[in-house]
């Protein structure tokens, strides 16, 4: 399928804040930003991040260089992630909630020299080797905190030009390191092309446009929040950002869903369930994405009866975020056919026996990604 190959993901955002300057961004509580504001603030972050140099005096950013961002759910969040890259980074999602050593061996691993959190969170890093900016201090990683205003004063409101950062479509966008479930935790690269082209697919299977009203509810930390920040923000579309709290809490998030004039949201089948089991009833002008576990058949009769459309998605980490999808329809019983579907864009699955031979139809086998 058609993408634009070359295309790295923040400059699909710039078009569509041309399209769609004045139009709301992103929302967080009593909080919000228009595209134009997003970019110009993203963009101040940006030089920022440039002007930044080493005791030898040489840029600390450049194409692949990690930056680290660990922050409270806010509208600085989607700041710094694209101001990371748009300074020609790629960035690190450090989840608040991780336990310090983690934070620590996820920061050494990535070899991240900046760090972006926010001064409530500054406690998160000592010991950890980083240095706020300015200091003696030979930690390995400068601090910069998003919620401070001199982060900001006077930097340039205006897009940084690919050809003056370096990038290329195959440059990293992220690093996302897995749960360390089989020992430690591994940083999974991800490169502009695989993630624009994922974006792309889902804004057509989504159909995702200007009025769109996505609730975002996944920690950054999750490589599904990278569908529910980019598919909205190259569309028109609003983002609005539920808190950690409220993401618990079955009764608020049911009302959050109807309050936002919601139209499209991703979540596991664990958020969906707990949702049915608070008594919420569903909104007939929902589009759903549910995937990062099993859709079981029960649960996907209920959603697929209570919402306009139910996609079953499906995808490890390392084939960036999703790499098959099934809209769920119901079968001639009236009951719901579960399935994984079919591969998304420009991706193959096979399925094959132990020697890595494709099996016959019917004969289980192991899913290869491609």
Not at 79 to 83: E, H, P, Q
Not at 148 to 151: F, K, R, S
Not at 209 to 217: I, S
Not at 220 to 228: N, V, W
């Given at each position: 399928?058609?993408?634009?190959?070359?295309?790295?993901?923040?400059?699909l955002?710039?078009?569509?804040?041309?399209?769609t300057p004045d139009?709301?961004?992103?929302?967080?509580?009593?909080?919000?930003?228009?595209?134009?504001?997003?970019?110009?603030?993203?963009?101040?972050?940006?030089h920022r991040?440039r002007?930044?140099?080493?005791e030898?005096?040489?840029?600390v950013i450049?194409?692949?260089?990690r930056?680290?961002?660990?922050?409270?759910?806010?509208?600085?969040?989607v700041?710094?992630?694209?101001?990371i890259l748009?300074?020609g980074?790629a960035?690190?999602?450090?989840d608040?909630?991780?336990?310090q050593?983690?934070?620590?061996?996820?920061?050494?691993?990535?070899?991240?020299r900046?760090?972006?959190?926010?001064?409530?969170l500054?406690?998160?890093?000592?010991?950890?080797?980083?240095?706020?900016?300015?200091?003696?201090?030979?930690g390995?990683?400068?601090t910069l905190?998003?919620d401070?205003?001199?982060?900001y004063?006077?930097?340039?409101?205006?897009?940084i030009?690919?050809?003056?950062?370096g990038?290329?479509?195959?440059h990293?966008?992220?690093?996302?390191?897995?749960?360390?479930?089989?020992?430690l935790?591994?940083?999974?690269?991800?490169?502009?092309?695989?993630?624009v082209?994922l974006?792309?697919d889902?804004?057509?299977?989504t159909?995702c446009?200007?009025?769109?009203?996505?609730?975002?509810?996944t920690?950054?930390?999750?490589?599904?929040?990278?569908?529910?920040?980019?598919v909205?923000?190259t569309?028109?579309?609003?983002?609005a950002?539920?808190?950690?709290?409220?993401?618990?809490d079955?009764e608020?998030?049911?009302r959050a869903?109807?309050?936002?004039?919601t139209?499209?949201?991703q979540?596991?089948?664990?958020?969906?369930k707990?949702l049915?089991e608070?008594g919420?009833q569903?909104?007939?002008?929902?589009?759903?994405?549910?995937?990062?576990?099993v859709?079981?058949?029960?649960?996907?009769?209920?959603l697929?009866s209570r919402?306009?459309?139910l996609?079953?998605?499906?995808?490890p980490?390392?084939?960036?975020?999703?790499?098959?999808?099934a809209?769920?329809?119901?079968?001639?019983?009236?009951?719901?056919?579960?399935?994984?579907?079919?591969p998304i864009?420009?991706?193959q699955?096979?399925?094959?026996?132990?020697a890595?031979?494709?099996v016959?139809?019917g004969?289980a086998?192991?899913?290869h990604?491609?």
């Open positions: 399928a058609e993408y634009p190959k070359e295309a790295l993901i923040h400059e955002f710039e078009q569509q804040v041309e399209r139009a709301v961004a992103v929302q967080y509580e009593d909080e919000q930003l228009t595209y134009a504001e997003l970019n110009a603030r993203a963009n101040q972050l940006a991040l002007a930044l140099r080493d030898a005096g040489n840029p450049g194409p692949d260089e930056v680290a961002i660990c922050v409270e759910r806010s509208l600085e969040m700041v710094g992630l694209l101001g748009k300074a980074a960035y690190v999602p450090v608040p909630e991780y336990p050593d983690r934070i620590a061996y996820v920061l050494r691993d990535a070899g991240a900046i760090v972006l959190t926010q001064q409530r500054l406690e998160l890093f000592q010991g950890t080797g980083t240095v706020q900016e300015g200091s003696s201090d030979n390995y990683a400068q905190l998003l401070d205003e001199g982060v004063a006077g930097q340039p409101t205006t897009n030009a690919k050809d003056e950062t990038q290329t479509s195959r990293l966008a992220y690093v996302i390191y897995t749960s360390g479930s089989t020992g935790p591994k940083g999974v690269m991800i490169e502009h092309t695989q993630l082209n974006i792309v889902m804004q057509k299977r159909q446009h200007f009025a769109e009203r996505l609730l975002a509810l920690t950054i930390s999750f490589d599904i929040a990278g569908l529910e920040l980019y909205p923000l569309s028109g579309a609003c983002i950002l539920m808190s950690n709290a409220n993401t618990t079955p608020v998030l049911g869903i109807d309050s936002h004039d139209t499209l949201m979540a596991t089948p664990m958020s969906w707990m049915l608070s919420w569903g909104k007939k002008e929902l589009r759903v994405l549910c995937g990062g576990e859709l079981n058949k029960s649960l996907a009769h209920w697929q919402v306009e459309t996609w079953n998605v499906y995808g980490t390392e084939t960036t975020i999703w790499s098959t999808a809209q769920i329809r119901q079968d001639g019983n009236g009951e719901a056919k579960v399935k994984i579907g079919t864009s420009n991706t699955i096979y399925i094959l026996d132990a890595g031979q494709p016959p139809i004969v086998g192991e899913i990604i491609a």
